[in-house]
């Protein structure tokens, strides 16, 4: 081959090959650039797709990247949020700090988030979300943004929070349970503390459940005990704590108690509540609870202790009888388990022949001789003993007990009246002491002559007393009462006179009799001289009126002379004996 030809033909060849590799190349470029389009878009798939939220952030916080589970999870498409202020779309980023990991993100920094809950303003949306937040770099190695990615945990916070529901409340009746009871307990007794309030904890244990339970069945007495849970949250106000700690078992928290005999009324209102019968499937049940109750300061100042306390005096209510509460501090407990015990032994002591009547004389100290007696009421109580009707009267006035109990005493007094009378004594009266209620009760008329007739007592031998303040109450009232009594034939005396407010105008308009001049102005005489002029102008009074006067209390030979130096002539008192029981009386009569 000739030099020249070789020539040419490695120039053709380098010329070839200078082709080929610019074809190559320019292939190469065109297959990368397709390439890159396509990883961009399968990136930008990636993306999109993702399980989890991604999203871009610049160095402004402005949204560069929001792909589809953002837009998902929030309702807001990209165009909406694209290139703008992350804070101003979602106003928790700033309200609970998403911003400052967002800014440390940017310092260069990879952080988690603790959880958040996010909401979108002008939508019902929220929920709770966790991220974990980089930075994101630009081709020469500086952070241009934040990179995001957001993971949706909200049906696992519903879990933990329902978890968390069930740890803390009782799964049966919804109440709170032991452990939330004793949170709500300490919290409230740090809340008293630091304001020194009151707070009461009461523990009931409803009783004979497991008699249910053994004879219903579990699902009755399960009903049953939802019943109960909502009676209990009813008998109590809003921010007061109802707790279920055990099977039967339940307890409460009062909190801002005024006084302590407010958690003996709720107590009583709680066992109002519950003994009301319940309908359980078809079943009407009965059931009553005991309650023990403690009270922040007195029995103790923390959760523990109170809890105890309660607990045991719970005992002590189960064993006093059951339905019924007891409180911790004994000397309260006393003053208001008296009065129970009281109410609970009224209702019997008629029928258990527990009432006596004593007999007290009554004295016309012209003749020294006895013309009458006053009957005086006593409790002979199988535990207590012999009860005054100072400690009795009142309790059985408000329960009602009263009407019945003088009904007793009416008949009695005249059946006791009679016998004297048969023994000579003609005009012999006895004189009965008349509450508020009894007097104003529609039936005492109709009880007056019964008593009458039944022992055959004259009316006339026969005297109401009613204490001043009781006639003073409703004068209009009074007035008729008395007008209707003096029908019947029998007298009226105004007791404790001088005690209470009388209005002199109808002082005279009032069918009465005699004035009792009250002891407590005899007591003192004849030295106090105010006492004495009071007494004194009192029998000029009642004299004046065409009353009798009879003085009260008379203990001493100086308050008999005094007296009788002012012309009252009937007098009683232990200077001449004090009540006797109807035997005795006989014996002092006959001697
Ligand atoms: P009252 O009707 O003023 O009865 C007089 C009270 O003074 C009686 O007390 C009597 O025992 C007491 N007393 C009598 N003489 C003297 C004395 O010389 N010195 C002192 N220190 N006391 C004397 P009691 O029996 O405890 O009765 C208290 C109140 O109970 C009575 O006051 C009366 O209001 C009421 N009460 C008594 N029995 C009945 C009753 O059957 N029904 C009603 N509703 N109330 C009754
Ligand atoms: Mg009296
Ligand atoms: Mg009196």
Known sequence: MAPMQSAELLASIALFVVAIYIIVRQVKAIRAEQELRETNQFATEIIQNAGEGIVVYDRNLRYRVWNRFMEELTGRAADEVMGRFAPEIFPHIREQHVDELLRRALAGEMVSSPDVHYWVPGTDRSGWVSAIYRPH???????????????????RKAAEQQIEYQAYHDALTGLANR???????????????????????????????????????????????????????????????????????????????????????????????????????????YVTTSIGITLYPDD???????????????????AEGRNMYQMATQELNRSTQDRMTLESGLHVAIERGEFELFYQPQIDVRTMRI???????????????????????????????????????????????????????????????????????????????????????????????????????????????????????????????????????????????ALKIDRAFVEDLPDRVEDAAIVRSVIQLAHGLNLRVVAEGVETKAQLDFLKGHDCREMQGHYFSIPLPASEFTTLLES
């Open 371 to 513: 013309i009458g007696m006053e009957a005086l009421l006593r409790w002979h109580h199988p535990e207590r003993g012999l009860i005054l009707p100072a400690d009795f009267i009142g309790v059985a006035e408000e329960r009602g007990f009263i009407v019945v109990i003088g009904d007793w005493v009416l008949r009695t007094a005249c059946r006791q009246a009679r016998l004297f009378r048969d023994r000579g004594m003609p005009n012999f009266r006895v004189a009965v002491n008349i509450s508020a209620r009894q007097f104003r009760d529609q039936s005492l008329v109709q009880t007056i002559e019964t008593a009458l007739a039944e022992s055959g007592v004259h009316p006339s031998c026969l005297e109401l007393e009613i204490t001043e303040s009781v006639a003073m109450e409703n004068v209009e009232l009074t007035l008729q009462i008395l007008t209707t009594l003096r029908k019947t034939g029998i007298s009226v005396a105004i007791d404790d006179f001088g005690t209470g407010h009388s209005s002199l105008s109808y002082l005279k308009r009032f069918p009465i009799d």
């Open 179 to 285: 452990r939330l009871f004793q949170e709500h307990l300490t919290l409230a007794l740090a809340l008293a503390q630091r304001r020194s309030r009151l707070v009461a904890v009461l523990f009931l244990d409803l009783d004979h459940f497991k008699l249910v339970n053994d004879s219903l069945g579990h699902s009755i007495g399960d009903a049953l005990l939802r019943q109960v849970a909502n009676r209990l949250k009813a008998s109590v106000r809003e921010g007061d704590t109802v707790a279920r700690v055990g099977g039967d078992e339940f307890t409460i928290v009062l909190q801002e108690l005024a006084k302590r005999e407010d958690a003996a009324v709720v107590a009583q209102k709680v066992l109002r509540m519950i003994s009301e019968p319940v309908d359980v499937t078809g079943h009407r049940l």
């Open 300 to 318: 103790g100042d923390d959760a523990e202790t109170l809890l105890k306390n309660a607990d045991n005096a719970m005992y002590r209510a189960k």
């Open 137 to 155: 770099f630009d081709s020469r190695g500086k952070i241009a943004g934040v990179i995001g990615l957001i993971r949706d945990i909200t049906e």
